[in-house]
């Protein structure tokens, strides 16, 4: 049985008064056992949410792969752990795109966390041009392979994939089941070759890409995907906890 997650992903977003009302609606809300709901928030507000969860796990949205030293601006993986942190999102996107992490660096942050007993939220997922052309697998193909190189095959069940579509990033445009299940099952696939079918078979794979109430059951229901990483939706606390349920009714 793999583990069902619910994720939200604050990116950027939010100040203490909003950390304040989400925690105080997180903390009185009623999670299902079956799913597990992660919150990330800026790295500036991890310790104040860690210290007020009591519903949720916490997770970072970027990390170092380093232990510590000369590395300005930068959090490693044992001050994640000290502040708290169980989950660490990996080769967002946003990173990849904006900030020109590659996917040897996101190897090493991904290997890093899994060495500290963090677990690493690995995404990946293709640009609207990469699913036009038709290439888009080979594309995911490669994050994964590349992104999990640098563990022992044992370990990979260690890490929770997240595919996350660009084109459905904030856009409002989901993808559709379907077309989400697709690749799913191509990523569970390139596991399965690289690790075989009993590591593949216990990874959790979440999708993202403008997650809402109204999406999240008939997603979370496909065989391949097993809960969600969410972005705006997570800033709205109904709309969350409404998400988490969805993921509870399919559990
Ligand atoms: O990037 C995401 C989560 O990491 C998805 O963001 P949205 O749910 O806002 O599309």
Not at 12 to 33: C, T, V
Not at 42 to 58: E, G, I, N, R
Request: proline content about 3%; overall charge negative; glycine content about 8%.
């Amino acid at each position: 049985m793999r583990d069902l997650i619910v994720a939200g992903n604050w990116k950027m977003n939010g100040n203490r008064q909003f950390i304040d009302e989400m925690m105080s609606g997180l903390n009185k809300a009623i999670f299902s056992e079956s799913v597990k709901v992660v919150v990330c928030p800026p790295s500036v507000y991890l310790l104040d949410v860690s210290q007020k969860a009591k519903t949720v796990k916490v997770g970072a949205q970027n990390m170092y792969f380093e232990d510590g030293g000369a590395f300005t601006g930068e959090l490693s993986p044992s001050m994640l752990i000290d502040v708290g942190c169980s989950y660490v999102v990996v080769g967002h996107s946003e990173r990849r795109e904006i900030f020109a992490e590659e996917d040897v660096l996101v190897a090493k942050k991904v290997s890093a966390a899994v060495r500290h007993c963090l677990t690493p939220i690995l995404c990946v997922g293709e640009s609207l041009e990469h699913r036009n052309s038709g290439q888009f697998f080979d594309v995911i193909a490669r994050q994964v392979k590349i992104g999990l190189s640098l563990l022992n095959a044992e370990n990979f069940a260690d890490v929770v994939v997240a595919y996350e579509p660009i084109w459905a990033i904030g856009t409002g445009q989901t993808a559709s089941p379907a077309q989400a299940q697709e690749v799913h099952e191509l990523i569970r696939k390139v596991i399965t070759e690289l690790a075989g079918e009993n590591v593949s078979e216990r990874i959790s794979i979440l999708y993202g890409g403008s997650v809402n109430a109204a999406s999240a059951q008939e997603l979370f229901s496909q065989p391949d995907i097993d809960g969600g990483l969410v972005g705006g939706a997570s800033l709205k606390i109904d709309e969350f906890i409404a998400i988490c349920s969805a993921a509870a009714e399919v559990a």
